[in-house]
């Protein structure tokens, strides 16, 4: 995964470190502009890196940025190229030293403002991410948009590995009560960071315009798109990549339809195929119906395994009949139910209830999250996912500092759990 994520940097880098100081910094792009006497149109487009294909940074001619283009756009505006910007940053002292911030080589001082830095905090920050991160990030996806599946793909993989081989063993020994050895304890805060990164990648993906989401996720996605985050059943990650799921919608549902199918020793692509059709549903009234008559097709297996799919498929058919389609109602409805399991140690708080369930680490299949299902799908499917993040001010505020090891460590407890159940061995929590 780190390499991939390296070869990401290399690959965006000349793009994306430009296209970010540029559109940050509107007086000097102006001062640029000038400088290289732009034509006095309205627009310019900025060939960040190859002169005519790109990509771009459209901008006012008073240097204030509009849109990214991704490489290939053919921008009906007047282009100037990186080379006549660069060259006339150079002849300039004040300018000269900026030129690295979107140049080649790598600003690795997290104080330095840049995109690469941003990025990073994808990987590193867990539940911490603030939305304004995402939000920061968004203007310039079309830069990395094709890309960003293959990284959260690569995360996955990593810690896939490492839970299958590694999880039982790392429980038992924290369980007993020995201190874990530094190098596995630094192995689960890590795969705990990763999980969380498949999520987020998710989550800006989804932040793209409906054109540039619907012309490129049906290649990349194939139907696909919430397996990677619900892979072990643990919400707050698995949210983020059903959420993926309800914005893209109907471009999902030949891929959803034939994930169901899958055989019992795949059972988890069926399952998240489930899952994915159901946010589906709740996100777009008018498959509503067929969705959810799709879902409670009854069928006979003598394995545990289709067995427990079939009752994940009629829970989630009975929530999408008992949908709530307005989300502050669904929220309020929600909650109500969630009060019934406060005896259970479920504490939701009042404020901001759905960031708070958003990132409450419990199973996707425990008792909570019949509740989150049954009552939930409405208020989630149809809240934008970044409103489901803190804001920087509120992770400020918080009273709990989070502990990755401790977190880690119940990740994989739910994680082998629903791997259990997966290979058919598992009980049930409901």
Known sequence: MIEQLERLERETARATEAAFHLAHNAAATRFLLDEVKAPHAPEIAIALDHPSDGPFLVASRDGAPIACLRRGARPKEPIVTRAQLEAAAQRHDSLRGDVLRWGDHPVRDPDVPGFRNLFRTLFDAAETLPRETLRALTPFLPLVFERLPALWYACDDVLRDFVKRSAERILALATSGVDLPAREAEQVRRTYRLHWAVGHLQALFSQADDEVLLQTSGGIIKGAAPIRATRFGYWPVALRGLSLCGRLGPTLLTGLE???????????????????????GAAHPRYRHDIAAHLSDTFESLDPRTGWLARE??????????????????????????????????????????????????????????????????????????????????????????????????LFAIAVEHLARVRGNGGSRT
């Open 258 to 280: 034939h994930g169901l199918k899958a055989p019992p020793d795949t059972v988890h692509e069926a399952l998240t195929s489930a899952h994915g059709l159901a946010f589906v």
């Open 313 to 410: 498929r009629s829970l989630l058919a009975e929530a999408l009949n008992e949908l709530v389609t307005s989300p502050d109602e669904a929220e309020r409805e929600l909650l109500s139910h969630l009060d019934a399991l406060r005896s259970r140690g479920v504490e939701i708080p009042p404020a901001r209830a759905l960031t708070a369930l958003a990132h409450l680490p419990i199973a996707l299949h425990g008792r909570v999250a019949l509740v989150l299902l049954r009552h939930g799908l409405g208020a989630f499917a149809r809240t934008p996912i970044a409103d489901l993040y803190p804001s920087a001010h509120e992770l400020a505020q918080a009273e709990h500092v989070p502990d990755p090891l401790g977190a880690g460590l119940e």
